[in-house]
């Protein structure tokens, strides 16, 4: 096998993926140092402005964009491995994504070092999708029958909008941790709780069916034929998102509906529920990716190359890009004259009375991205010029 062709080829993953860094930094700046409260919730159609759903909306690309890219890259690990090496690197990584959710994800949003609460984001639904995609590979599944499972879990997960859960109790907690998760909350012992963002199941669609398309990467398939796939399917999604949208009928629990004016009924148009993934939010973001996919395979200059340097070491960089935009939050809390006292806000801790204008966190988005190009592009070396086991899992 010829290792170094594979690397070159999957160079267009690495740049959306690193590009797709880029943009999520945006939405944790907002997190971390926007103005909090209902007034600048991005979605909220009767309080919102333009620029605000934007920043918001740009950045409902990262999360299905990373896990299909995070299927593509298990398709490509198993190119250099068998199928039992295949199986336990990805139950043993999936476990891995969620502890890190559980223990350093949750303390850097909640800044609660006793763990009260334990949040499960985007890292716990790509681990859990691993581990799934194990037990998949460790059957002897065929691609076939892991981009048909995909795409069942993403075209039709939204059936379930239809049927009532009824919340508590085992069966309960577990349909909304693996189907249905909207935010909800899980008492574990004592005080502590679990605050699920992301259910496991409808993500791993959008994984398994990203395995699917990692095979268009293989050595001996002809670039071109892989861009026009990427092409005519992303074009296919993105016309399907348009039509389903109009007929505002099946596919998302939150219909669109005329605004005070249209560039605010184009908003209502676009936000589409993200937790779960609706098929409509997938569509909606995973049809230009793969437009976007087939443009870079073959684009080389200054852009790409910096976008590179982030998407060659995505669990580096999103680890750093958080505790570099809490050291921040916490530096600026006495610089802007105010006590560490907290906003009531149990997921993402902040000082109450503490924000900044959002042209504001524009700046200190740049600041990060730009701080941390060099610290990157060290450790993406360090990774392609060393072998130790521990560097597949950061």
Not at 22 to 31: K, N, Q
Not at 48 to 71: D, K, Q, Y
Not at 321 to 333: A, D, M, P
Not at 342 to 349: E, H, I, M
Request: hydrophobic share 50%.
């Amino acid at each position: 096998m010829n290792n170094g062709l594979i690397k070159e080829r999957i160079r267009g993953i690495d740049t959306i993926r690193g590009l797709i860094m880029v943009i999520m930094t945006l939405d944790h700046s907002r997190d971390f140092l926007h103005f909090q409260g209902p007034a600048y919730a991005p979605t909220n159609m009767a309080t919102t402005t333009v620029i605000l759903f934007f920043t918001r909306w740009m950045t409902h690309f990262c999360a299905p964009t990373f896990v299909l890219l995070s299927g593509v890259s298990a398709f490509l690990a198993g190119l250099r491995r068998s199928r039992s090496e295949l199986t336990g690197f990805l139950f043993t990584r999936g476990l891995w994504l969620i502890l890190t959710d559980l223990l350093v994800i949750s303390l850097l949003f909640t800044f609660d070092g006793r763990y009260h609460v334990f949040v499960l984001e985007v890292l716990w639904a790509i681990g859990c999708s691993m581990v799934l995609l194990a037990l998949l590979v460790w059957l002897g599944a065929s691609r076939l029958f892991i981009g048909a499972l995909g795409c069942v879990l993403v075209f039709g997960h939204n059936l379930l909008d239809y049927v009532h859960i009824p919340p508590g109790g085992v069966s309960g907690n577990l349909m909304t941790l693996f189907l249905t998760g909207r935010g909800a909350v899980i008492p574990l012992w004592g005080d502590r709780i679990v605050v699920l963002l992301y259910a496991a199941l409808p993500w791993s669609g959008m994984l398994l069916i990203g395995y699917v398309l990692g095979s268009f990467y293989r050595p001996d398939v002809d670039a071109a034929r892989r861009r026009r796939v990427l092409l005519r399917v992303g074009c296919g999604v993105i016309v399907l998102f348009v039509l389903v949208r109009w007929i505002n009928g099946y596919g998302d629990p939150a219909p669109w509906s005329t605004q005070r004016n249209a560039a605010h009924t184009v908003l209502s148009f676009l936000n589409t529920t993200k937790q779960p993934p609706s098929l409509l939010y997938v569509s909606m973001t995973i049809g230009p990716v793969l437009v976007l996919l087939a443009w870079v395979d073959r684009v080389r200059n200054g852009f790409t190359s910096f976008c590179t340097v982030y998407g060659n070491v995505p669990y580096f960089y999103f680890i750093l890009h958080l505790c570099l935009l809490r050291v921040l939050n916490i530096l600026l809390i006495p610089a802007s004259g105010l006590a560490f006292e907290s906003d009531g806000n149990p997921l993402v801790w902040q000082a109450k009375g503490f924000g900044f204008p959002l042209w504001m966190c524009y700046g200190y988005w740049i600041f990060v991205v730009v701080a941390l190009y060099l610290p990157c592009q060290w450790y993406g070396k360090y990774k392609r010029t060393h072998r130790q086991w521990w560097l597949s899992y950061l």
